[in-house]
């Protein structure tokens, strides 16, 4: 058994061949389709992740996100939130590996960098809501915290709305100051401002800040728009949230994983509050989506192993057409069996 290998310079030859826009519709359709299908109980929902969470000096979790689609094959992410690692170790918040298990056998199928693929499906999966719920026709696009989501936020919405400018917010000047040479390939103008001007001028705002615990709200509650559509991208973690709770008390909000939404989306805050159609019902039944979009609304994002899954199939799909990807024996397959030191060469 063999294992294929996607890594680094992979990703790069897929999004320079396939392009990183086709790459990004792909994944786009691919979830809206794969969430309607949840919706409709048509697959297994995945279970909440666990991990473990640093406290003290080095703050972050490295967390395990499992998901199974019967008959198919398991995913597993292993993925790390280390917000001290652009300024200490010169590597990006999010690093992580994403495997795919055979469902029959338990082998390793694929193995594969889970960074830019993490941050292209979050950007897809907001996309996905946002084309539900924000108002058609929307041209401003408010991003609070500029970092690596950010551009994938801006990828992803720009492709679901025929957005004209950004306005980009941060508490490091130096990262909202890059974002403008980070996205120029969308041409969009761009803007760097305070996260109130932001809000009060979006029609549409993502937050994806690495707030800690316990530091939030990033944003005000007013003045805004009263059509805003809001996606909540960082709160992911007990204690992180970034949205002001009357914010939350005015929206319609949707969640992409029910079961992770209390214990560490903005939901943590709405103890009382009933959940509501998530994204995927959502998918199922967009009517039910319909009379938000002239309203405030939020998509409640925590991330899921259902959309890693997905975005792998996606990955997985193109390094076929282009023949990518190593493969290695990883796992032991001994000549007996029964004898685990019958170890080939
Ligand atoms: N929901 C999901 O599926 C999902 C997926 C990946 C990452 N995330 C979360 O998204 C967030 C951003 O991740 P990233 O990879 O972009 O991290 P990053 O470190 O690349 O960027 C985070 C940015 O937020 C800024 N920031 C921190 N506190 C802020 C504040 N109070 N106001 C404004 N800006 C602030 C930082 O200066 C930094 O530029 C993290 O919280 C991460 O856990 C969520």
């Known amino acids: 058994m063999q294992t294929r290998i996607l890594c680094q310079r992979d990703i790069k030859r897929i999004l320079s061949v396939v392009g990183r826009d086709e790459v990004m519709d792909r994944l786009i359709s691919e979830m809206q389709r794969e969430f309607a ?27 395990f996100m499992p998901h199974r689609a019967a008959g198919v094959g398991v995913t597993m992410k292993t993925v790390s939130y ?45 996309g996905v809501a946002t084309r539900l719920l924000a108002r058609p026709g929307s041209t401003t696009l408010g991003l609070v915290g500029a970092g690596a989501q950010a551009v994938t936020q801006a990828h992803a919405l720009s492709r679901v709305l025929p957005l004209e ?26 803007e760097v401002t305070d996260a109130a001007t932001a809000t009060a001028a979006a029609d549409v705002l993502s937050t994806a800040t690495s707030v800690p615990v316990g530091g939030g709200p990033v944003v005000p509650a007013a003045p805004r728009p009263g059509h805003l559509h ?7 973690e007990p204690g992180k949230t970034e949205l002001p709770r009357a914010l939350l008390d005015d929206a319609f909000i949707c969640v992409d994983h029910p079961g992770q939404a209390r214990a560490e989306g903005e939901f943590q805050q709405l103890p009382d509050r009933d959940l509501g159609p998530s994204l995927a019902d959502l998918c199922a039944a967009p009517r039910l989506a319909a009379p938000h979009r002239d309203g405030v609304s939020v998509f409640d994002s925590t991330g899921s192993a259902f959309a890693d ?16 990807g190593r493969k290695m024996t990883i796992e032991s397959a001994p000549e007996d069996v029964l004898d685990p030191y019958s170890l080939q060469w």
């Open 309 to 324: 899954h997905i975005a792998l199939d996606v990955l997985l799909g193109f390094a076929d057409e282009l023949g990518l």
């Open 82 to 126: 280390s917000p001290q690692n652009p300024e200490r170790f010169h590597l990006p918040t999010i690093v992580g590996t994403v495997s795919r298990l055979d469902d029959d056998s338990g082998s390793l199928v694929a193995l594969a960098d889970a960074g830019t693929i993490t941050a292209m499906r979050t950007g897809a999966v907001a």
């Open 230 to 236: 809001v996606n909540a991208i960082g709160a992911d």
């Open 37 to 63: 299908r949840l919706g409709r109980g048509e697959t297994d929902p995945p279970p909440s992740r666990t991990g473990f969470a640093r406290r003290g000096d080095v703050p972050g979790v490295i967390e």
């Open 165 to 190: 400018r950004i306005l980009v917010s941060d508490i490091r000047p130096a990262h909202a100051e890059s974002f403008a040479f980070r996205v120029a390939f969308l041409g969009l103008a761009v």
